[in-house]
């Protein structure tokens, strides 16, 4: 079992950046490949970014490419999400996943935190 505790979200002005950071806790962090995904008010959840084991492998979603960096820091037990040229439609509840594998951590993760809210205004 794996828990998961996100942080950092709140209300920016688009064009800014907020980082977002993803705590774990219980089974051993660098065994599993992490995830991002957002969902906004009234649309179902999607995939943002994924990274693998060693941080040596990331990928994006389209909408997302070039502007947000997913990092990890084993030796923390930490995830995080750099988000910068923030737009409106970024705006939405942030979670934090983690998956057995690098397919389930983009796909069909294992676990799941709770989710924070980044809000960017016009």
């Known amino acids: 079992q794996v828990q998961l505790v996100e942080s950092g979200g709140g209300l920016v002005q688009a064009g800014g950046s907020l980082r977002l950071s993803c705590a774990a806790s219980?089974?051993?962090?660098?065994?599993?490949?992490m995830g991002w995904f957002r969902q906004a008010p009234g649309k179902e959840r999607e995939f943002v970014a994924a990274?693998?084991?060693?941080?040596?492998?990331?990928y994006y979603a389209d909408s997302v490419k070039g502007r947000f960096t997913i990092s990890r820091d084993n030796a923390k037990n930490t995830v995080y999400l750099q988000m910068n040229s923030l737009h409106p439609e970024d705006t939405a509840v942030y979670y934090c996943?983690?998956?057995?594998?690098?397919?389930?951590?983009?796909?069909?993760?294992?676990?799941w935190g709770q989710g924070t809210q980044v809000t960017v205004s016009s």
């Open positions: 990274i693998n084991l060693n941080g040596g492998s990331t």
């Open positions: 219980g089974r051993t962090f660098s065994r599993y490949s």
């Open positions: 996943a983690a998956g057995e594998t690098y397919y389930s951590a983009a796909r069909d993760p294992d676990y």
